[in-house]
Every structure is written in C-alpha cells, then in structure tokens.
T-cell receptor, first 114, second 115 residues
Framework: AQKVTQAQTEISVVEKEDVTLDCVYETRDTTYYLFWYKQPPSGELVFLIR??????QNEISGRYSWNFQKSTSSFNFTITASQVVDSAVYFC???????????FGDGTTLTVKP | NAGVMQNPRHLVRRRGQEARLRCSPVKGHSHVYWYRQLPEEGLKFMVY????????ESGMPKERFSAEFPKEGPSILRIQQVVRGDSAAYFCASSPQGQGFDEQYFGPGTRLTVT
C-alpha cells in the first residue's frame, strides 16, 4: 500500500524567511510519480510539480525548489524568501504507474506573516 | 475556461436527502477521479472512471455512494440518504491517459454540508 507522510502539520514563518516542507513516502512500486499541490484559502488545488521516480534531479522554479532523494524516500519542497501569498495548505502526493490515482499526505498548513 | 468544472460549488442537504455532484472534465480527457477531503485532512481517493466504466472504486464507501461517467455528459457522484459525516469537499480530477505520469487537473471542488 502507498503512504505519504507530511509530518509538519503547521508551519509559521515571517515574510522573507526560507521554509522547507517535508514529504516522506512509501511504495512498493519501482516506478511512481510524486506531486506537490497548493491549496490556497479559496480551496482549489493548484498543481506545482510532478517528478518521476527515475529522475532524482533537483528542480528549481523561481522561489520554489524540490529535493527528491530516493534513498530516503523523501520529496521535500523549499520556498525561498517566502511571501504572504504563499500562505496555503501544501499537499504532497504519490501515484502509481497504472491507474494514476493519487495518495495524498494530510497536508502542511503554511502561514507567512508580514 | 477549459479546465475541470464542478457544480454546484456549494451544496446543502438535510440528513436523508440525496446529493448529486457533477464534474465536467477537461475537453478531451476521458479519465475522471473523485476525491473526498474531510475537514483538516488530505484528499482521499474514492473512485476512478473512464467513459462508461468504473475502473477502480476501492475508495468508495460500500453503501449509499455511487458514481458514473456516461458516454455523453458529466461524471456524477451520487450520495443517497446523506449523513452529517458526508460533509466534506469533493474534488474531481481528470487526466488525458489515466496513468501515473499524467498530471491530474483538479476542479474547484463541491463543498457539501449536511444539516
């Protein structure tokens, strides 16, 4: 069975601080896909990134970066120079190769204070 | 807007009534997923449908819940005889190929409140 653990329930930082959201996953599949989504207060889900299990390269997109380490089954997400607009719930998710259904973590609520 | 459409956005039902949630996938997508998000929790998979077929319903409660994705029209998630515990946000997602590497495009969700 697949499992995604986001150990940090809530994080609060002050604007311009860097913050890392942790994600640890469990799967028996050798090929799988990892995702991060943002859920702002409005409630919709915003896709941030998709990473497959064969690609361990870190990725940077503006102030966002992701660190995928297969050896520790982790896919952490860092926001550099956080802004108030980054305040949201962030979900890490894992999907298998066949059906595509995703297993979500319980989310990390990030609050960025001005 | 070519994204996933869900309606209604908010639905209030009394205990015992039926709730029907609709999802129109991205144009051209034939794979639909339904997820439920209880308050303060992550999304939990319910069911995966392809046009006219249920592929995986392992996350669906055994009773009162059903889903369909007809050849024409939106996918429907139906909850009969709703109870307070059904209050949640229900998200629909669609993908082009129904495989793990696909990005799932999520709709805005339907927030069901059972009074």
């Amino acid at each position: 069975a697949q499992k995604v653990t986001q150990a940090q329930t809530e994080i609060s930082v002050v604007e311009k601080e860097d913050v890392t959201l942790d994600c640890v996953y469990e799967t028996r599949d050798t090929t799988y896909y990892l995702f991060w989504y943002k859920q702002p207060p409005s409630g919709e889900l915003v896709f941030l990134i998709r990473r497959n299990s064969f690609d361990e390269q870190n990725e940077i997109s503006g102030r966002y970066s992701w660190n995928f380490q297969k050896s520790t089954s982790s896919f952490n997400f860092t926001i550099t120079a956080s802004q108030v607009v980054d305040s949201a719930v962030y979900f890490c998710a894992l999907s298998d190769t066949n059906a595509g259904k995703s297993t979500f973590g319980d989310g990390t609520t990030l609050t960025v204070k001005p | 807007n070519a994204g996933v459409m869900q309606n209604p956005r908010h639905l209030v039902r009394r205990r015992g009534q039926e709730a029907r949630l609709r999802c129109s996938p991205v144009k051209g997508h034939s794979h639909v997923y339904w997820y439920r998000q209880l308050p303060e929790e992550g999304l939990k998979f319910m069911v995966y449908l392809q046009k006219e077929n249920i592929i995986d319903e392992s996350g669906m409660p055994k009773e009162r819940f059903s889903a369909e994705f007809p050849k024409e029209g939106p996918s429907i998630l139906r909850i009969q005889q709703v109870v307070r515990g059904d209050s949640a946000a229900y998200f629909c997602a669609s993908s082009p190929q129904g495989q793990g590497f696909d990005e799932q495009y999520f709709g805005p969700g339907t927030r069901l409140t059972v009074t």
